[in-house]
């Protein structure tokens, strides 16, 4: 399996003291190389629960294996490097540093997990069609050109499991289909299982596996 989820629960405080169910998933698996597209509502914890698999959010109590490896019985700093090696994220905002061009913006994702190299950086931009746009910083670039970016940072490390939030929530729908398409070619490619979230049900219609996030998580129990 490349993700297995066991008895999983996160709630947050408010501020009466009292606490707000988040997560109570029972059991999630994704194995080696599929791809799963999840559905979930606004609000549904569809952010919390992939901020719990990167290692991002602690959660209450429960197991969550990536690659095999308990990642909640791991230390902070332990995390942030296995995270760095074997996960790659596609965040919806893209999170790219403005100063800093597309191929630095790909090689500081790189140095996170100590294995910087500006050739594999340079072959991730012209494998997402950006060969010309090396030096362009992010305020020089489309909206789906940044997205672009993004998705080579997130394959930098060759991860294992590749965490997508929303990933075509930012472009337009002449795009949508393109990074779409880009990351599933890219994971299927490399042998990486991916997990997208989203609420468009176009683009949740393109995947054979299709989860409703609110199936199987019942954070009231």
């Known amino acids: 399996m490349s993700l297995e989820l066991k008895n ?7 501020p009466d003291g009292s606490r707000l169910p988040i997560l109570g998933i029972s059991s999630f698996e994704l194995k080696t190389g599929e791809q799963v597209a999840l559905i979930g ?14 290692g991002i959010t602690t959660i209450d109590e429960g197991a969550i294996r990536v690659d095999g490896t308990d990642i909640t ?6 995390r942030d490097r296995f995270r760095a090696q074997r996960i790659g994220i ?3 905002t893209f ?6 061009t597309a191929l630095e913006n790909v090689l500081l994702g790189m140095s996170f997990s100590g294995r910087a190299n500006r050739t594999r950086a340079k072959e ?5 069609g950006l060969g010309q746009r090396l030096n362009h910083r992010p305020p020089m670039l489309s909206v789906g050109e ?13 991860p294992k499991l590749m965490l997508a939030d929303e990933p075509t929530a930012s472009v337009d729908q002449a795009n949508q289909s393109k990074i779409l398409e880009l990351i599933r070619d ?27 996030l609110s199936q199987f998580n019942q954070p009231a129990l």
């Not at 629960?9 to 408010?14: A, F, H, V």
């Not at 509502?41 to 698999?53: A, M, R």
């Not at 019985?73 to 332990?78: F, G, I």
């Not at 999170?95 to 800093?100: D, R, S, V």
């Open 124 to 128: 991730l931009l012209d494998r997402v």
């Open 8 to 14: 999983v629960r996160k709630s947050y405080s408010l």
């Open 186 to 212: 890219a994971c299927r490619e490399n042998k990486i299982s991916l997990l997208l979230v989203t609420h468009a049900p176009e683009v949740a219609a393109a995947f054979d596996r299709v989860e409703t």
């Open 41 to 54: 509502s606004s609000g549904g914890g569809k952010t919390t629960l992939l901020n719990s698999i990167a």
């Open 146 to 158: 940044q997205q672009r970016v993004a998705v080579a940072r997130s394959l930098a490390n060759s």
């Open 90 to 92: 596609v965040f919806q």
């Open 73 to 78: 019985k791991l230390n902070e700093p332990t």
């Open 95 to 100: 999170h790219l540093l403005p100063a800093f």
